[in-house]
């Protein structure tokens, strides 16, 4: 039984489509077709039924499925077993990130990544959500978040420092806040969906130092690096991770926004995974690589702490 022949078939049910699957796996749509022809060949069975659109497994397809999954895992321990001896990663490897954090963390990592790893291939996936990482193939998605799924797989890469922020022609319009309340009389830039952010008071008895403010907002964006530009624009006051602000900061494009009586809860920085059975010297060598970008920007004065 042909492995590849099978990872056709796998990636196909993740994809939804013949067509994706080829794409994910860098090959011609019609050698996907005879790859899983093949496959269905040598068993004597049929493992899908297809369309021009879409495809759906046959009940022998879903009895094989699993059994074709652990062919593939056990080929890629194998393999990732045999890599140990430093030839370095190799493949494709999918990385699911937000365009600010892609931009400052990612982008810079990938020459020397590609130079150290001749066989690595990568690819970048930028959206402010999680995606579904099984459905679409992804391996790895960096993401800023308290992770309120406990289905996730995540390691906690390091505590991601916020702040509250606002251009300077706008707090001279508008004056400057003092108290977490006066929030709600200044024009606030969340991300879609969000109606209140979290204060924390550390002066506060325990059970009284989170507060949840409702933010007043006459605009929102799907993605964090809109709030940011509409924030550097004068829109309003905007709470972004410091290593987003840090330049603007000292070049005085932006002012940070200090609260008597709190400031910005801590939002983590995660890796999260498809599966903990087996993590692939690909993604190792990535994570790894992300955890030095964010001591060397912890050396250089950062606020991102490991």
Known sequence: MNTDDLRVFTTAVDAGSLAEAA?????????????????????GIRLMHRTTRALSLTPEGETFLPYARSIIDNEQEATSR?????RGAGGLLRVSVSAAFGLTFVAPLVPRLLMENPELRISLDVTDTLPDLVATGID?????????????????L?????????APDYLQR???PAFVGDLALHDCLPLNGISHWT???ERAPESEREKHIRVHARFSSS???ICHA??????????????????????????????????PENMPIWAVYPTTRLVLPKVRVFVLALQEAFAAYADQGGQVAT
């Not at 390091?158 to 606002?166: C, Q, T």
């Open 140 to 156: 790895l998605a960096i993401r800023i978040a308290h992770l309120r799924d406990n289905s996730l797989i995540a390691q906690k």
């Open 174 to 176: 508008r004056g400057q």
């Open 82 to 86: 045999l890599r140990s001896d430093g």
């Open 230 to 263: 509409a924030c550097l624009a004068g829109g309003g006051i905007a709470l972004l991770s410091h290593w987003a602000v840090r330049d603007d900061l000292r070049a005085g494009r932006l002012v940070a926004v200090t609260l008597a009586d709190g400031a």
């Open 223 to 225: 993605s964090i690096a």
């Open 199 to 201: 204060m924390r008071d």
């Open 23 to 43: 794409r994910r796996l860098g090959i011609p749509a019609m050698a996907a077709s005879r790859r899983l022809a093949a496959l269905e060949t040598s068993l």
């Open 158 to 166: 390091a505590d991601n420092p916020r702040l509250l922020v606002a």
